[in-house]
């Protein structure tokens, strides 16, 4: 079985690497780089971000607190981006490293499908190569959006990869969007004393999230000096002789904001047109490739996977659909239920998400239980200093099964994977408590919120 697959970020290279594990000859082609945008330009770079920022936040402000004294503390900005690319070539060398192992074939330039047997790839280093294939898999990501206000090509308007690759710090930055990316961005450039400003079209920041979660973050935000607009239209951006102005339209007031930076965080679009998939009959619109529930395009050998359908955009289901599809030519299915998929933003407070929000509940005409409990509870999250928000479980009030889960706090993004597994083993709330938990850990926090489901839990009063 030969296995073309065009992209190499985490959907694609999982996939050259489990199709290869499992006996396929793999052909993984990649215009850019490995790791695609997660681990060059996305998740990876704006996390080692965040931790460097955070880490500088919390001993300039919090350190006596702590019992720690610090003079003269400064952040070397040059050796902060010189650590996040060591991150990212440690992490990409290691990606390379197994796709050798394994006798996967990189190739590097642009691909486009001849038949429905072959593909020609545009060489990066020039000339034409042509491959054919039993089976391929397409996983071509997603790129920025931008929204096309004047003045958006501006120099200083900015996408995330420009913004995790300036040389200076700016003295401040409008972010004109407020899900993921622009809240995340937020965070790292106001824990670096620059003054921010959000501006989102919606009435909620990260409008995917549970709102109680959401809130919690809202509030750390605004303590750090963060200005949010929410239900505000950007219309305009103007270029002065030492700044950008950003207007905006909120219900019937016109605000305009002044910043050194603009940043673009309005979302991403797939990436799946240009590949000559329509000549062969499969359907793809706006840049989305359309699949069905097993990621099969239209044409019957060819798979689409990750951001490029159109669907979730996190690199985690990305690499679990290409996992699936990569088993399941080979003969191996093992279905993931999708359910279990986790949101989550590396803000201050973490937030985390699994299963169904209270609200999506609510919607629904669930009958349901809801259990919370504060951070300020937490033994291990007062020890660490930050009691910020708390842990909320959702559960069926007839059955007792956990429907959704959702953290915001002190390593939320961890705690989270137990919430996704209790869905996926349909656990319910009784068992839930019945499981016992280390001490002191914020995973206690867990256990307590399921408790507070019956009104029982021990450490609030």
Not at 20 to 40: F, P, R, S
Not at 151 to 161: A, D, M, N, P, R
Request: with cysteine; glycine share 10%; hydrophobic share 40%.
């Amino acid at each position: 079985m030969r296995i073309v697959i065009i992209g190499g970020g985490p959907g694609g290279y999982v996939a050259a690497i489990k199709a290869a594990q499992l006996g396929a000859k793999v052909d993984l082609i990649e215009k850019e780089y490995i790791g695609g945008t997660c681990l060059n330009v996305g998740c990876i770079p704006t996390k080692a971000l965040l931790n460097t920022t955070g880490l500088y936040r919390v001993l300039k402000n919090e350190s006596e607190e702590l019992g720690l004294k610090i003079e003269n503390l400064e952040i070397d900005w040059e050796s902060t981006l010189n650590r996040k690319e060591l991150v990212v070539t440690q992490l990409v060398e290691g990606v390379k490293n197994i796709l050798r192992s394994l006798n996967v074939n990189i190739i590097y330039g642009n691909a486009r499908f001849v038949n429905k047997s072959s593909i020609e790839v545009d060489l990066k280093d020039g000339g034409i190569d042509r491959l054919t294939f039993d089976k391929a898999i397409v996983a071509t990501g997603s790129k920025p959006m931008i929204i096309p206000v004047p003045g958006h090509k501006l120099e200083g308007v900015i996408t995330s990869t420009e913004a995790m690759n300036l040389q200076s710090i700016p003295k401040s930055i409008c972010i004109i969007g407020g899900g993921v990316i622009g809240v995340e961005f937020a965070n790292i450039f106001s824990n670096l004393g620059c003054k921010v400003t959000i501006i989102e079209m919606l009435p909620e920041l990260v409008s995917n999230m549970d709102r109680e979660m959401v809130y919690e973050l809202e509030k750390t935000l605004i303590e750090k000096g963060v200005e949010i607009y929410k239900s505000t239209m950007v219309t305009e951006i103007e270029e002065t002789e030492s700044e950008l102005r950003v207007k905006a339209k909120k219900d019937d007031n016109v605000i305009v904001v002044s910043a050194d930076k603009v940043l673009m965080a309005t979302g991403r679009k797939p990436s799946g047109d240009g590949l000559g998939l329509e000549g062969l009959g499969a359907r793809v619109e706006k840049g989305a490739i359309k699949v069905d529930n097993l990621f099969k395009t239209d044409i019957d050998n060819i798979y689409a996977i990750g951001d490029c359908t159109g669907g979730v955009q996190l690199a985690h289901y990305a690499s679990a659909s290409g996992k699936m599809v990569a088993e399941m030519i080979l003969g191996h299915r093992n279905a993931i239920d999708f359910r279990t998929v986790p949101y989550c933003v590396y803000t201050d407070p973490e937030l985390a998400s699994v299963g169904l929000t209270e609200e999506e509940c609510l919607s629904r005409g669930l009958d349901i239980r809801v259990g919370r409990f504060p951070m300020y509870g937490n033994g291990k999250a007062i020890i660490k200093g930050n009691i910020r928000g708390l842990v909320k479980i959702i559960a069926s009030r007839e059955t007792g099964e956990i429907l959704g889960m959702h953290v915001a706090g002190e390593s939320a993004t961890e705690l989270i994977s137990t919430g996704g597994l209790a869905i996926r083993l349909e656990a319910t709330s009784d068992e839930f408590t019945s499981v016992i938990y280390p001490h002191p850990t914020i995973s206690e926090s867990i256990g307590e919120a399921a408790e507070a489901i019956f009104g029982k839990a021990i450490h609030i009063p």
